[in-house]
């Protein structure tokens, strides 16, 4: 699962950062970041479930495109 924010919806209220702290973080600018794309078995469903409960529905799964040989 890759994952993005889109930080034209994100409130910044840092909720995706204090229950995912090894995912997500502030950057420089105040904006929330996938610091760590590699989203293990354990998180993935925890992460799933918190995007839908993201205050600014920010949070956005990015979908791979599959590349045919």
């Not at 204090?18 to 590699?38: L, Y």
């Amino acid at each position: 699962m890759k994952l993005k924010v889109d930080n034209n919806k994100c409130l910044k209220c840092g909720m995706c950062h204090a229950n995912f702290p090894d995912v997500f973080e502030f950057n420089d600018e105040g904006d929330i970041e996938v610091k760590n794309e590699n989203i293990t078995e354990e998180n993935k469903e925890e992460i799933e479930e918190f995007k839908n409960v993201c205050p600014g529905v920010a949070i956005e799964e990015v979908k791979e495109e599959k590349k045919e040989d």
